[in-house]
């Protein structure tokens, strides 16, 4: 059993996209759980105060370490990762999600305000994750695309393995176009390519068209790609020119 566990000022975020589709499915099955936890029963005085401004002057508010730490310290200590969304972290990928997925589950702390008092962040051992380079108003939807993202790839919540292996960043290119029915759309046919029932010639070409795409549109990606795979690409590029 896969269990997650996210700290929020905000629990009817939750479970917003995780309860539908094959994450309502895995957890019925009791796959995976996920637990809410307020932080708010945490804050301090009649007010429940979970806030205070910035040492040192500056906008807004930052959430209290101790506030925070309590939260956290409320928690069994069953070795899982703690994660902190931040757009300061190490920017989120499918790596880190296949990391996450073979643990034994995920603690989230979704931030909130200004963000969260440094030495929390320190003493807990909080692994900072980004969702990109924007800044957003709260962890919540940050911490249900890597919760999302990690949960989907359990083997057991994911029915089709085949069609995750298939996928965008799982070889290290974006995935090729797709296509089904109707055979003719607003004038435009699928690729004859895909209905000759030639696999081997399917298969190169679905990868021909995942690199030119990745190219185009990654050149970082396909620069890690052509360094990792030197002679298959070259390979490829003879027999699909
Ligand atoms: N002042 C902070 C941003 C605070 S936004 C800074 O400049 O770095 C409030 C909260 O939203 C953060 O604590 C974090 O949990 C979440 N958040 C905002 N942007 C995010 C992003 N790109 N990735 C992950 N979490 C993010």
New binding site residues.
């Given amino acids: 059993m896969f269990k997650v566990t996210v700290i929020t000022l905000y629990p009817e975020a939750f479970p917003g996209p995780l309860g539908v589709s094959i994450l309502a499915r895995g957890q019925a099955a009791g796959l995976w759980q996920l637990d809410i936890v307020d932080l708010r029963e945490f804050g301090l005085g009649k007010h429940h105060k979970v806030d205070a401004p910035p040492a040192g002057g500056g906008p807004g508010l930052v959430l209290r370490a101790d506030v925070v730490a309590a939260a956290l310290d409320s928690l069994p200590d069953d070795g899982r990762r703690v994660l ?6 190490k920017p989120f990928c499918q790596a880190d999600a296949r990391r996450f997925a073979k643990g034994d589950g995920l603690v989230v702390l ?7 008092d440094e030495r929390v962040i320190q003493s807990r051992g909080l692994e900072e ?11 919540e939807v ?1 911490a249900q695309a890597i919760i999302e993202a990690s949960v989907r790839l359990r083997p057991e919540v994911a029915g089709n393995q085949a069609s995750l292996e298939e996928e965008s960043f799982e070889n290290g290119l974006l995935e090729y176009p797709l296509y089904t029915a109707p055979a003719i759309f607003e004038g435009q046919e699928i690729p004859d390519i895909l209905r000759s029932g030639h696999h081997q010639n399917i298969a190169k070409w679905r990868l021909s068209q995942s690199k030119e795409l990745t190219e185009a549109r990654r050149p970082d990606l396909y620069a890690l790609y052509t360094l990792s795979k030197p002679h298959q690409t070259s390979e490829m590029d003879d027999d699909t020119d």
């Fill in positions: 902190y969304p931040s757009p300061r972290g979704c931030g909130r305000f200004e963000g969260l994750v980004s969702l990109g380079d924007f800044v957003l108003a709260g962890g940050a």
